[in-house]
C-alpha cells in the first residue's frame, strides 16, 4: 500500500505542470500576450502616426489651394477694376460719339484710329485675362473640393486609427499588470517558475553590441545617491513600461537567473573578454543558467520586482558576476559602439 501511495504521488503532476493558474503555463500566457500586444501596440502606433502625418499633409494642401483661390479671385477682381477704368476714360474721350464722327471730327484721324486699336487690343487682353483667370480660379475651387473631401476621409481614417490604438493599450496595460501580478508572486515565494520563451524579434541584428532595450528614457544613473540605495547606485536604469522585451546587450552566456532579493527577477549573463551585464526588476526571463545567447536576443520582460519604485529595467556591467563589483556602463556600452 505505502508503495502505490508513492507511485500515485510520484505520478500526480504539479499545478505548473498541469497549466493551473498559478502554473508556469499562466505565466507563459501572461507573458506571450503581452509581447503580442505589445507588438500590436507598435504597429498601431505607427499606422496612427502615418495617417496623422498624412492629414496633416493633405490639409497643408487644402490652405495652399485655398491661398491661390484668393489669390485668383483678388486678380478677376483688380482686372475687372482696369477693365472699368479704360471703359471710363473710353468714353471721356469721346467713346459714346460714333467712329465715323469721331474720325470727321478729329484733328489727326490717324492719331485716332491708332488710339482705338490699342484701346480695343487692351480690352482684348484684359478680357482674356479675366477669362484665363476665372478658369484658374474654377480649377483651383475644384482641387480644393477634392483635396478637402480627401482631407476628411483621412481625418476620419486617422480617428478610427487612435480608437484602434487606444483599445490595443488599455488590453496591454491590463495584461502588463497581470504579468507583474505573476512576477509578484514569483518572487514572494522565492522561487523562480522556470524560463517563459518568446518569440524573438524577425529582423537578426547585424552589430556585435546593442542597447538593452530598443525604446527607454534613461533615469537613475551610475554612483547617484538615493535613499534606496544603501551606498550608491550601481548601474543604469532604462524607465520602460512592464512588459518591454529586454535584449541582451551582446553575444554571452547566462550564469544566473534568480528571483528574490533587492533586484527582484533577474539575469546575468557572461562575455567574452571576462565582463557580466545584468538586466535586474524583470517581470519575466526567458532563457535558461547555462544558455547561450546571442546578441539582440530578447532574455526576458522588463517589469518592477524586488526593490523598485515603478517599472524600469536595471542594467549593470560587471567584472565579476556579483554585485559591488560594477563600473558605469554608460561609458562602457559607449566603448562598443553603443550610444545612449
Avoid at 504521488?9 to 493551473?20: H, I
Avoid at 483599445?167 to 507583474?180: F, M, P, T, V
Amino acid at each position: 500500500m505505502l508503495l502505490i501511495a508513492a507511485a500515485v504521488l510520484v505520478a500526480r503532476p504539479t499545478s505548473a505542470e498541469s497549466g493551473g493558474g498559478t502554473g508556469l503555463s499562466g505565466d507563459s500566457g501572461a507573458s506571450a500576450r503581452v509581447a503580442r500586444l505589445y507588438e500590436e501596440a507598435a504597429v498601431a502606433t505607427q499606422r496612427y502616426e502615418v495617417g496623422r502625418r498624412e492629414a496633416e499633409a493633405q490639409r497643408g494642401e487644402v490652405l495652399r489651394l485655398e491661398k491661390l483661390l484668393t489669390r485668383e479671385r483678388a486678380r478677376v477682381a483688380e482686372l475687372h477694376e482696369n477693365l472699368g477704368r479704360m471703359a471710363r476714360a473710353h468714353y471721356r474721350q469721346g467713346g459714346g460719339v460714333p467712329y465715323t464722327a469721331q474720325l470727321l471730327l478729329a484733328e489727326d484721324p490717324d492719331e485716332l484710329m491708332r488710339g482705338h486699336r490699342a484701346a480695343r487690343q487692351a480690352e482684348t487682353a484684359v478680357d482674356n485675362a479675366v477669362a484665363g483667370s476665372r478658369r484658374a480660379e474654377a480649377r483651383y475651387a475644384a482641387d480644393r473640393a477634392k483635396a478637402r473631401e480627401r482631407w476628411q476621409e483621412l481625418d476620419r481614417r486617422t480617428a478610427e486609427l487612435a480608437g484602434t490604438k487606444r483599445s490595443i493599450e488599455k488590453k496591454l496595460e491590463e495584461a502588463r499588470w497581470e504579468l507583474q501580478g505573476r512576477a509578484d508572486a514569483s518572487v514572494a515565494a522565492g522561487a523562480c517558475r522556470g524560463a517563459v520563451r518568446l518569440d524573438q524579434p524577425g529582423s537578426a541584428d547585424t552589430r556585435a553590441w546593442v542597447a538593452p532595450v530598443s525604446a527607454y528614457e534613461l533615469s537613475a544613473g551610475f554612483g547617484s545617491g538615493g535613499e534606496r540605495w544603501v551606498n550608491r547606485h550601481t548601474g543604469q536604469d532604462f524607465a520602460v513600461p512592464i512588459g518591454t522585451p529586454v535584449r541582451a546587450v551582446g553575444a554571452g552566456r547566462v550564469v544566473r537567473v534568480s528571483c528574490g532579493g533587492p533586484f527582484g527577477i533577474e539575469a546575468v549573463i557572461r562575455h567574452p573578454g571576462g565582463y557580466y551585464t545584468q538586466y535586474a526588476h524583470l517581470a519575466a526571463v526567458s532563457v535558461e543558467q547555462g544558455e547561450r545567447v546571442a546578441t539582440g536576443q530578447w532574455i526576458g520582460q522588463s517589469g518592477t520586482t524586488g526593490n523598485s519604485t515603478g517599472p524600469h529595467l536595471h542594467f549593470e556591467v560587471r567584472i565579476t558576476p556579483e554585485a559591488g563589483s560594477g563600473v558605469d556602463p554608460v561609458p562602457w556600452l559607449l566603448q562598443h559602439g553603443v550610444e545612449l
